[in-house]
């Protein structure tokens, strides 16, 4: 198993892997054992919102327990491509949206950043899995500014 900070927390099968109001002004890894009930391909899906502040990500996997599912995890293409889809459910956002930039990063050149202010926007990304088996998915988050309850990161699966 890929252990990126420590023991991963049993999640189940559960689809909220992560929700929090405010966060760490310094990198916090996140790492969970998911348990899967059925076969086919699932999207996890990372929810910013802001009012004001940043929030940085780095390091995102997804892995079987040998494997690495996901595509660009790191950023280190310079874009949200390959792997990546950004989206704005709630409306047009305004301030920093969502991409990829080279300041405040945990590790390598790039890293993920999104300041979108009001509304909440996403990114996220496919991957096959089947039934009964454990995945293990990790990534790591940084608050740059900002507190409150309109300050937020929700992941989840579907």
């Given at each position: 198993?890929i252990?990126?900070?420590?023991?991963?927390v049993?999640?189940?099968?559960s689809?909220?892997?992560?929700?929090?109001t405010?966060?760490?002004?310094?990198?916090?890894?996140?790492?969970v054992?998911?348990?899967?009930?059925?076969t086919?391909?699932?999207?996890?899906?990372f929810?910013?919102r802001?009012?004001?502040?940043?929030?940085?990500?780095?390091?995102?996997?997804?892995?079987?327990?040998?494997?690495?599912?996901?595509?660009?995890?790191?950023?280190?293409?310079g874009t949200?491509?390959?792997?990546?889809?950004r989206r704005?459910?709630?409306?047009?956002?305004?301030?920093?949206?969502?991409?990829v930039?080279?300041?405040n990063?945990?590790?390598?050149?790039?890293?993920?950043?999104?300041?979108?202010?009001?509304?909440?926007?996403?990114?996220?990304?496919?991957?096959?899995?089947?039934a009964?088996?454990?995945?293990?998915?990790?990534?790591?988050?940084k608050?740059?500014?900002?507190?409150?309850?309109?300050?937020?990161?929700?992941?989840?699966?579907?």
């Amino acid at each position: 198993t890929i252990s990126p900070c420590g023991t991963p927390v049993d999640i189940g099968n559960s689809s909220t892997i992560y929700s929090v109001t405010s966060g760490s002004n310094s990198y916090t890894c996140r790492y969970v054992a998911w348990t899967v009930s059925t076969t086919g391909n699932v999207t996890l899906v990372f929810q910013f919102r802001h009012l004001p502040g940043i929030w940085y990500m780095d390091d995102v996997s997804v892995s079987d327990g040998t494997t690495e599912l996901l595509l660009n995890g790191g950023f280190e293409s310079g874009t949200l491509s390959p792997g990546w889809t950004r989206r704005t459910p709630n409306g047009q956002c305004t301030g920093t949206s969502a991409g990829v930039n080279t300041s405040n990063c945990r590790n390598g050149t790039y890293c993920f950043r999104d300041g979108c202010d009001n509304v909440a926007d996403e990114i996220s990304q496919s991957f096959p899995v089947t039934a009964g088996q454990i995945y293990y998915i990790s990534f790591w988050l940084k608050q740059g500014g900002g507190s409150g309850p309109d300050i937020s990161v929700n992941v989840t699966l579907s």
